[in-house]
C-alpha cells in the first residue's frame, strides 16, 4: 500500500515520510516503537494514570480545552489515537446524533483505541494518515499531541491535510507542546527528555504551528498557553465563504 506520494519539489518531505511495507512510517517505528507500536509497552502507557503524569497533571485540563471547542450533533475528526479518556470525552461531546471517527496509522492503535470506545455508536476507530486529506470534510478535527512527534515536513504535511479536512465555517484544534516560559522550572527537564527521547519535539519551541500551515487568508488563528507556556491550544478557524 502507498501511504505518501512524492510531490514535485517535495524531496525532504517524501524522505520524512517514507513508510516501511507495513505503511508505519519510518520516523514512528524508528522514534517510537517503545511508545506505539510495542504490544508489551502499549497497554500500560495507554492507561489514564501514565498519561496524567507524563503532561505533568495537566491531562484533564487540556482535554477539557479541546472538548470545549466540539457541538454536540457534529461530525469531528481525531487525526491520531490518544492513551487515556479522550476519544471516550470526544464520543460523548458530539453525542447520540453526532459522529467521531478516530484514525491512526498504527494497526496496534487502532485496536487499542477501539476498546476504548466499545458500545458508542457514535464512535468508528479506523487505521488513516493525518497527512491525507479526508474525503467528506469535517465540523471539527482535533490534533492532541502528534505534531510534536513527527519531522517538520510531516508537520506541513498533517497541517494543510487536516486544515483542507474541515469545512469553511469549521475548525482545527491543535493541543501541543511549546516553549516554556524562560523561568520555567521544569524547562530543562523537558528539553532533556525531548533530546533523548523526542527528537521532533522542539519543532514547536522553534515555529508556531501556523507556520506550518499554507499561506491562506480563508483561516483565522487563536492560540492560548497553559502551564508556564509549556502547552498550546490553537485552533484555526476556516472563514464561510461570503
Ligand atoms: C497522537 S500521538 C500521542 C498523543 C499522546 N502522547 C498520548 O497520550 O497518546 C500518537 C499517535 O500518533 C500516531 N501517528 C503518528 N503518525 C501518524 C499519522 N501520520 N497519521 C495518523 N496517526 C499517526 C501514532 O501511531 C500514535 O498512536
Same mark, same amino acid.
Given at each position: ?7 514535485? /519539489? ?8 517514507? $513508510? ?10 524508528? #522514534? ?8 508489551? #509497552? ?5 492507561? !489514564? &494514570? *501514565? *498519561?496524567? !503524569? @507524563?503532561?505533568?497533571?495537566?491531562? $484533564? ?6 472538548? %470545549?471547542? @466540539? ?12 492513551? /487515556?479518556?479522550? $476519544?471516550?470525552?470526544? !464520543?460523548?461531546?458530539?453525542? %447520540? ?10 494497526? @496496534?492503535?487502532? =485496536? ?17 494518515? !493525518? ?5 467528506? &470534510?469535517?465540523? #471539527? *478535527?482535533?490534533?492532541? +499531541? ?11 504535511? @498533517?497541517? $494543510? ?32 527528555? +525531548? ?12 515555529? =508556531?504551528?501556523? =507556520? ?14 497553559? +502551564?508556564? /507556556? ?13
Amino acid at each position: 500500500m502507498t501511504f505518501y506520494r512524492k510531490q514535485d /519539489g517535495d524531496t525532504s518531505a517524501a524522505q520524512a515520510c517514507a $513508510s516501511t511495507s507495513t505503511g508505519v512510517p519510518d520516523y514512528l517505528r524508528e #522514534t517510537y516503537t517503545w511508545a506505539y507500536l510495542n504490544p508489551k #509497552t502499549v497497554p500500560w502507557l495507554s492507561s !489514564a &494514570p *501514565v *498519561v496524567a !503524569a @507524563i503532561l505533568w497533571g495537566n491531562a $484533564s485540563r487540556l482535554i477539557r480545552k479541546t472538548v %470545549e471547542e @466540539i457541538e454536540p450533533g457534529t461530525r469531528v475528526l481525531q487525526a491520531a489515537a490518544v492513551y /487515556g479518556r479522550f $476519544s471516550t470525552k470526544l !464520543a460523548q461531546a458530539v453525542g %447520540e446524533n453526532g459522529q467521531l471517527d478516530v484514525i491512526d496509522i498504527a494497526p @496496534i492503535q487502532v =485496536e487499542t483505541a477501539r476498546k476504548r470506545v466499545q458500545g458508542m455508536n457514535q464512535a468508528k476507530v479506523m487505521i488513516g494518515d !493525518a497527512s491525507v486529506v479526508r474525503s467528506t &470534510p469535517y465540523d #471539527t *478535527v482535533v490534533c492532541f +499531541f502528534l505534531l510534536h512527534e513527527v519531522p517538520e515536513a510531516m508537520k506541513n504535511k @498533517i497541517v $494543510s491535510a487536516l486544515l483542507a479536512s474541515t469545512k469553511p465555517g469549521g475548525k482545527v484544534v491543535f493541543v501541543d507542546y511549546h516553549k516554556p516560559s524562560p523561568l520555567h522550572p521544569l524547562k530543562p527537564v523537558m528539553s532533556k527528555i +525531548f533530546d533523548w527521547l523526542e527528537p521532533f519535539a522542539k519543532g514547536l519551541w522553534h515555529k =508556531e504551528i501556523e =507556520e506550518y500551515a499554507p499561506d491562506n487568508n480563508d483561516v483565522i488563528w487563536r492560540k492560548e498557553t497553559l +502551564f508556564g /507556556g509549556m502547552y498550546q491550544k490553537v485552533v484555526a478557524e476556516r472563514r464561510k465563504p461570503t
